[in-house]
């Protein structure tokens, strides 16, 4: 069996950020299958972050379009990052938002269980 290259390391140690990098890298080459990257391991190439790597199946294609969407209409997404970069905060909230969009009835149940007091969600906003 081939070994698999992880990439290259850009935060080396035991700090929280080497930790999540060396995950994120693993998850690139064994879980993605993803041979290429950028610059660093962690980081997907431009080709694989077009295509929505970036974000959860099977939502993908959702969440990509969700992303250009907010990117078209100014409203402060680094496009390159959140679909490159495999610990983007960005992309993180993406890949939560979106489903949950998705699925008003689950999204009223997830807050409520986080904050309580939350009955329905309407397109607006959440009723309280």
């Given at each position: 069996m081939?070994?698999?290259?992880?990439?290259?390391?850009?935060?080396?140690?035991?700090?929280?950020?080497?930790?999540?990098?060396?995950?994120?890298?693993?998850?690139?080459?064994?879980?993605?299958?993803?041979?290429?990257?950028?610059?660093?391991?962690?980081?997907?190439?431009?080709?694989?972050?077009?295509?929505?790597?970036?974000f959860?199946?099977?939502?993908?294609?959702?969440?990509?379009?969700?992303?250009?969407?907010?990117?078209?209409?100014?409203?402060?997404?680094?496009?390159?990052?959140?679909?490159?970069?495999?610990?983007?905060?960005?992309?993180?909230?993406?890949?939560?938002?979106?489903?949950?969009?998705?699925?008003?009835?689950?999204?009223?149940?997830?807050?409520?269980?986080?904050?309580?007091?939350?009955d329905?969600?309407?397109?607006?906003?959440?009723?309280?």
């Amino acid at each position: 069996m081939d070994e698999i290259d992880e990439g290259k390391v850009y935060t080396r140690g035991k700090s929280f950020r080497a930790i999540a990098e060396a995950r994120a890298r693993k998850y690139r080459a064994e879980k993605l299958c993803l041979k290429d990257y950028d610059l660093y391991g962690h980081v997907l190439t431009v080709k694989d972050g077009e295509k929505g790597k970036n974000f959860l199946l099977p939502l993908q294609e959702d969440i990509l379009r969700a992303v250009k969407e907010r990117q078209a209409i100014g409203k402060g997404v680094d496009f390159a990052r959140t679909s490159k970069n495999l610990l983007s905060s960005q992309a993180m909230c993406f890949n939560l938002f979106v489903p949950l969009n998705r699925d008003k009835q689950l999204a009223a149940k997830l807050f409520n269980f986080l904050i309580g007091g939350i009955d329905s969600y309407t397109k607006r906003r959440m009723q309280i």
